[in-house]
């Protein structure tokens, strides 16, 4: 299975963006790039994905390297609200099962 | 919004005890996922379905069952609980099909249970 390099943790400055960068040097052709984020106490909540163009919407913006080797999750104005877990996940079909991999995310530290 | 509810956020349990797990959604989904979740190992599936009556084994099956009577309900069993079943466990669900792997999960709150 494609797995995902995450840095363990990041810091941001309230209000500047954050630059979150995942490798996934295995990825195959037909997995997309799921990001999720946990905020302490809760479960995983979806932020964002795609598969080769760069995607928007209202939390973030995903960036995918040509070569879909690596991706880069952009929080455009970084809240102390963003402060949590960040999983970059390669969602795909392995052997007929739809899995996710998750591994160990970046913890993001928000400075006020 | 879809809504995927966890019984319990918190279980205290003993050593031997038979365990159920309940997870409920709110979106018709046809795939549903159980995942353990523990400090530096990230979450790991342990098993997860994708119609009524279906499972497959995820990475980490071993002392667990499952059940889907219903398509809206999954419900992980621990047969017999161990110190080692500690853990948060999560519930997610998405759409199935073709379009299930492209398709964002969505998770509950969690349980978080602890075998005494």
């Known amino acids: 299975d494609a797995k995902t390099t995450q840095p363990n943790s990041m810091e941001s400055n309230e209000e500047e963006p954050v630059h979150l960068p995942c490798n996934h040097s295995?990825?195959?052709?037909?997995?997309?790039i799921h990001w999720y984020r946990q905020l302490p106490s809760q479960g995983p909540e979806y932020v964002i994905h795609?598969?080769?163009s760069n995607v928007n919407n209202r939390m973030a913006s995903l960036a995918i390297a040509e070569d879909r080797k690596s991706s880069t999750l952009i929080l455009h104005r970084a809240t102390l609200r963003d402060a949590a877990v960040y999983y970059c996940?390669?969602?795909?079909?392995?052997?007929?099962?739809?899995?996710?991999?998750f591994g160990t995310g970046t913890r993001l530290k928000v400075l006020a | 919004d879809v809504k995927v509810t966890q019984s319990s956020r918190y279980l205290v349990k003993r050593t031997g005890e038979k365990v159920f797990l309940e997870c409920v959604q709110d979106?018709?989904?046809?795939?549903m996922f159980w995942y353990r979740q523990d400090p530096g190992l990230g979450l790991r599936l342990i098993y997860f379905?994708?119609?009524?009556?279906?499972?497959e084994k995820g990475d980490i099956p071993e002392g667990y069952s499952v059940s889907r009577e219903k398509k809206e309900r999954f419900s992980l069993i621990l047969e017999s609980a161990s110190t080692n079943q500690t853990s948060m466990y999560l519930c997610?669900?998405?759409?199935?099909?073709?379009?299930?792997?492209?398709?964002?999960?969505?998770f509950g709150d969690g349980t978080r249970l602890s075998i005494l």
């Open positions: 795609g598969l080769t």
């Open positions: 295995t990825i195959s052709g037909t997995d997309y």
């Open positions: 997610a669900s998405n759409e199935g099909g073709g379009g299930g792997r492209s398709q964002p999960q969505h």
């Open positions: 996940i390669l969602r795909g079909t392995t052997s007929g099962t739809y899995k996710y991999i």
């Open positions: 379905s994708y119609d009524v009556k279906m499972k």
């Open positions: 979106m018709d989904h046809e795939n």
